[in-house]
C-alpha cells in the first residue's frame, strides 16, 4: 500500500501542473484584465465588459510590446508602464508562470490585486461559509439516502419504490438556482410566508444572543440554502445504495446465510451492509468536495452568503488573477489529496481491498 501511496503522491506534480499550465495559456487569450479594470475605472468607462464588446482583441496580457490597450487613450505610457510593472505583466507569460509556480510551491500566494489583503486571508475568511454549506449538505444526503436506498432495494419493483424514484428523479431534473428561488419566494418574505430569512449566514445580533439561541439561530439561517444545495443530490447517492444492495443481496452468500435460518434483518445489515455500503462509504470525500464546490456560487449569490463560491466569481469578473490562480492552484492541491483519501477509505472499510495487486 506504501508504495500505491507513493505512486499518486508522485502522479499529483504533472497533473497539478498541467492544469495549471492550461489554466495560465488560457486566459492569455481572454478579453479584459486586471490593468484595463484601472484604465476602465480611471476613465469612467463603467464595467469592464461593456468597454471590451467591441474591442475584444484588446486583451490584457498584451504587455511589453508596441501595442497599448484601447483603455488607455488620454493616459500618459510612463503610468501604463508602472502599472504594468505592479501587476508583473512587463515579463514574458512563461517567465511569469514560472514565477508563480515557484511562489505557490512555497505557499507563497501574493495578494489579491483589488481587495488589499491577501490571498490566503481572503480564503480562510470566506472558508467557514463553503464548509457549512458543503459538510451539511453532504450529511443530510446520506442520512436520507442511505436508508432510503436500502428500503427500495429490499422493496425492488413494488410501488414504494416506484413513486420515490419518481420523486427523487423530479427532484433531481429541478436546476438548483430554480429551486433556491422558489424557496426564497415562498417562505422568505418573497410574497408567501416570512418564516426564514433571506440573507446572510447569522442575524444582526448573533454575538449577543444565548448558546442555545446562538444554535437555533445558525440553523434558521441555514436551512433554505442547505435544502436548495441538497435538492438534486438525493437521486445519485439513493440509486447508487440500491444498486450496491440489490447487487449484494443477489448473491451466494445470502442465500446460504438464510438457508441457515438467519432473520432477514441479521442478513441484511450483519452480511450484505458491509459489502454494499464499501463504495457508498469511500466516496464520502469525494461527494464533499463535490457539493463543496458544486453549485455554490448561485447559492451563495442568491442567499448573500459570503462564502468562497462568490469569491471566486467575483474575482474571475474582476480579473483578479492572483486570487483566481491561488484559489485554483489550493483547489486543485485539495482535490488530488481527495481523490488518495477516498482510495484510503476504501482500504479502511475493508482490508481485503489491496490496490497494488490490482495494479500489477
Do not use: C
Amino acid at each position: 500500500m506504501g508504495a500505491y501511496i507513493l505512486r499518486r503522491l508522485l502522479l499529483v506534480i504533472p497533473t497539478l501542473l498541467g492544469i495549471m499550465i492550461v489554466n495560465f495559456a488560457l486566459i492569455q487569450f481572454v478579453p479584459g484584465g486586471p490593468i484595463e479594470q484601472i484604465l476602465a475605472q480611471m476613465e469612467g468607462e463603467g464595467d469592464v465588459f461593456a468597454s471590451f464588446t467591441s474591442n475584444a482583441d484588446a486583451g490584457a496580457d498584451r504587455v511589453g510590446g508596441d501595442e497599448r490597450y484601447q483603455g488607455s487613450r488620454g493616459l500618459p505610457p510612463e503610468l501604463i508602464d508602472e502599472l504594468e510593472k505592479q501587476f508583473g505583466f512587463d515579463k514574458p507569460p512563461v517567465e511569469r508562470f514560472f514565477n508563480m509556480m515557484w511562489n505557490y510551491v512555497r505557499f507563497d500566494f501574493g495578494e489579491s490585486y483589488f481587495k488589499s489583503a491577501g490571498v490566503m486571508e481572503l480564503v480562510w475568511d470566506k472558508l467557514p461559509v463553503s464548509i457549512t454549506l458543503g459538510l451539511w449538505a453532504t450529511l443530510i444526503s446520506y442520512m436520507v439516502s442511505i436508508p432510503l436506498g436500502i428500503r427500495k432495494a429490499v422493496k425492488d419493483g413494488s410501488k414504494f419504490d416506484s413513486w420515490t424514484s419518481g420523486i427523487i428523479i423530479a427532484a433531481y431534473s429541478i436546476p438548483g438556482f430554480l429551486f433556491a428561488i422558489l424557496l426564497l419566494v415562498v417562505f422568505a418574505g418573497g410574497s408567501y410566508y416570512q418564516w426564514f430569512p433571506l440573507r446572510g449566514l447569522t442575524s444582526d445580533n448573533f454575538d449577543d444572543l444565548s448558546v442555545v439561541g446562538k444554535v437555533v439561530d445558525y440553523f434558521w439561517h441555514i436551512t433554505l440554502p442547505v435544502i436548495a444545495l441538497t435538492i438534486s443530490s438525493f437521486a445519485t447517492l439513493t440509486l447508487l445504495t440500491k444498486n450496491s444492495f440489490l447487487d449484494e443481496i443477489r448473491k451466494q452468500y445470502v442465500v446460504t446465510a438464510k438457508s441457515k435460518g438467519l432473520t432477514s434483518f441479521r442478513v441484511l445489515y450483519g452480511h450484505v451492509f458491509r459489502n454494499a455500503m464499501l463504495i457508498v462509504i469511500a466516496a464520502f470525500p469525494a461527494t464533499f468536495i463535490g457539493v463543496f464546490f458544486g453549485g455554490s456560487v448561485i447559492i451563495e449569490t442568491l442567499f448573500s452568503l459570503d462564502g468562497l463560491g462568490r469569491l471566486g466569481f467575483e474575482a474571475v469578473v474582476a480579473r483578479d488573477y492572483a486570487l483566481v490562480f491561488g484559489t485554483l492552484y489550493v483547489f486543485t492541491l485539495l482535490g488530488l489529496f481527495v481523490g488518495i483519501l477516498s482510495d484510503l477509505m476504501y482500504v479502511f472499510v475493508d482490508p481485503r481491498i489491496d490496490f497494488e495487486k490490482r495494479e500489477a
